[in-house]
């Protein structure tokens, strides 16, 4: 069978590569990224091309050393840990600078039983399979605040450190105030200053934390 394209009768751009420079042409041309800090500039333009929405800049709050820590991890071979097989899909591979191994726990068998014993959701028992891999891995949370609440309460009781932390879970109950927590770790525990990159109040999302991955995994836009 032969396919034939459809008539054409609307006036849009076809070629995919110059649909990609427009785009990061018009977030850079729209959206005030004053207020992002030196670095992560080009972070803070793929998460705003992931949802469309340019006012998302005034949204950021990213530790200053996010970027740097993120990047040496990822280049040193650190694993990917996050909360939603959304993120873990919507990780480029191929931008990943040593093929690094991208893991959501959600779906291991021990969740269900742990989630019951303990009275919480299966993506915050699932965070507790985390810690024989936590030790200086990227970690993102895009999807449920109960398991970024629950990462920084294992934290807080000496669990390994992650290199850094992205803080993107969504929703209108406990996300903004775990993105809160996250924030505020540093002046809670002294001591325990994990980089961080958070969306403030109730806005995130899964695509919003695998763009932030995929602009921390390699430089180039």
């Known amino acids: 069978m032969t396919l034939a394209p459809p008539a054409r009768r609307y006036a849009y751009e076809t070629d995919g590569a110059q649909i990609?420079?427009?785009?990061?042409?018009?977030?850079r041309a729209e959206a005030d990224?004053?207020?992002?800090?030196?670095?992560?500039?080009?972070?803070?333009?793929r998460m705003i091309h992931a949802c469309g929405q340019t006012d998302l800049a005034r949204d950021l709050v990213i530790?200053?050393?996010?970027?740097?820590?993120?990047?040496?991890?990822?280049?040193?071979?650190?694993?990917?840990?996050?909360?939603?097989?959304?993120v873990a899909s919507g990780v480029t591979r191929?931008?990943?600078?040593?093929d690094n191994e991208v893991r959501?726990?959600?779906?291991?068998?021990?969740?269900?039983?742990?989630?019951?014993?303990?009275?919480?959701?299966?993506s915050a028992a699932a965070v507790s399979l985390w810690t024989e891999h936590l030790e200086g891995a990227v970690v993102a949370f895009g999807n449920a605040p109960t398991a970024l609440f629950h990462l920084l309460?294992?934290?807080?009781?000496?669990?390994?450190?992650?290199?850094?932390?992205?803080?993107?879970?969504?929703?209108?109950?406990?996300?903004?105030?775990?993105?809160?927590?996250?924030i505020d770790l540093a002046?809670?525990?002294?001591?325990?200053?994990?980089p961080y990159?958070?969306?403030?109040?109730?806005?995130?999302?899964?695509?919003?934390?695998?763009?932030?991955?995929n602009a921390l995994a390699q430089e180039r836009e």
Do not use: N
């Open 20 to 27: 990609y420079v427009d785009s990061f042409a018009t977030i």
């Open 33 to 45: 990224l004053t207020g992002v800090p030196a670095g992560a500039e080009k972070v803070a333009v």
């Open 63 to 86: 530790h200053p050393a996010l970027v740097s820590a993120a990047r040496a991890a990822l280049e040193s071979g650190a694993p990917i840990l996050t909360d939603a097989h959304m």
């Open 94 to 98: 191929a931008r990943l600078p040593r």
């Open 104 to 122: 959501c726990l959600l779906r291991d068998e021990r969740v269900p039983e742990l989630a019951k014993a303990w009275s919480t959701t299966r």
């Open 153 to 182: 309460e294992m934290l807080r009781d000496g669990a390994p450190r992650p290199a850094a932390i992205i803080g993107t879970p969504v929703g209108f109950i406990g996300a903004a105030e775990s993105k809160q927590a996250l």
């Open 187 to 194: 002046s809670d525990v002294p001591g325990l200053d994990v």
């Open 197 to 213: 990159l958070v969306v403030t109040g109730r806005r995130g999302g899964s695509a919003m934390a695998a763009s932030a991955l």
